[in-house]
Structure formats: structure tokens, C-alpha cells
């Protein structure tokens, strides 16, 4: 075999390692922007390191017979506004697109209709599962105090200065994924700081499931 090859191929298999334990399991669930970097996938245009790992190990659960697991509401937030936020954070940069200088009203467009057609496409996989998961009142003001409980800390803080915010509470949609990854004791993946900064001691305080962070645990060797 060719060195480069066999290199590549090694270190393919490294990077497999970081997540062969997700196989034992019947779901995984996943938030709105780790289905939405599935989608994201365009000719000419520069591949997110994101994209490279949600397809990767989505392919992986298909091959283990993993279901990947979303409760209505995070699906209602991809259709709502995930789409386009990621598409905006992505045309900030026009060298993501080769050869272009200017981005133009068109591409964000197309860029847009083409994520939503590949999205609903997703929703009719037999392996994309789809639960009508309702959040419980005292269950949602239960983790709120836990945020709230540590709005003076350093982690929080330095969370807060990084994310331009001031409110320590995550989003609705991003509380109800903690509480969900714990009804269905499922593993949660997801990029979002929100969660993953405190994913230990959700853990520990019972308000979650196992929580895998995509851009810290799974790396590229």
C-alpha cells in the first residue's frame, strides 16, 4: 500500500476509535446543528470540519444499527431558523466558496433550499427517528437554577464573555436535549458550549445522559 495511504488510513481508524463505543448503543441523539452540518455539503464550496465528522459518524451508527434520535422540537428549530443561521455564519468568510470574492443573495438561497431538501429527505430514513418528546415545567425550572445557581463562577463567566451574553440560561431548545438525553438514556452529541461546558456536571446532578462534545472529544488525528 502507498505510505500516504496507509498513513491515512491509520489515522482514519484512530479517529474511528474516538467514538467505536457509540455502536453499542440503540440511539444517539443529535442537536439541530449537528444534523444541519450533515446536510452541508456543496460542490466548489470549501467542507466544514463539522460536515467531515457528523457524516462520518453518522455513517458509523448506520453501520452498527445506531438510531440517530430528535425530539420534535429540535426539528422545529432546524425548519424555524437552524438553517439559515448556519448558512450566515458560513458566507462570512467568501473564501469558503472557491473563487469567489463577494457572496451574493442568490447562493445564500440556494444554499438554503438545497440543506431543506436534503433535510427532508433525512426525516424519511429508517434510521432518523423522530420522538414527540413534551419538556416537564418542574424539570425545566429545575435546570434553569442549576445555570442560574452558576452565573458568578469562572467557567460561566468566561463562557458568557466568549458568547457575547448575559443570561447563564441556555436557550429552551438547548435545555429540553439535556433533559431528553436523560428520559431516553441516550448519549447526546453535540457542539454547542452551552451544553458542553457544564456537561460533567449535568451528569453528575443528574439532569443528563452522557454528553459527547463534537468538536473537543472527537478529533481529527
Known sequence: MNPLKSKKHANMEKFKEQFKNLE???????????????????????ILEYTRKSREITNFLIDSKTKILVPTFIIDEIERKGISEIINDYLENPSNIVGCKTIRPAQHLAMYYKIKERFSKLKEENWFEIDNYKLNSNQLNEIKTFFKSREKTKKMQKLLKKKRKHNPIPSKADLGLILFSKEKESILLTNDRDITCFSSELKEEGFSYEIINLKEDIKYI
Open 24 to 46: 453499542k448503543e440503540d440511539y444517539v441523539i443529535y442537536d439541530a446543528n449537528i444534523i444541519i452540518y450533515y446536510c452541508f455539503l456543496f460542490e466548489g464550496c470549501r
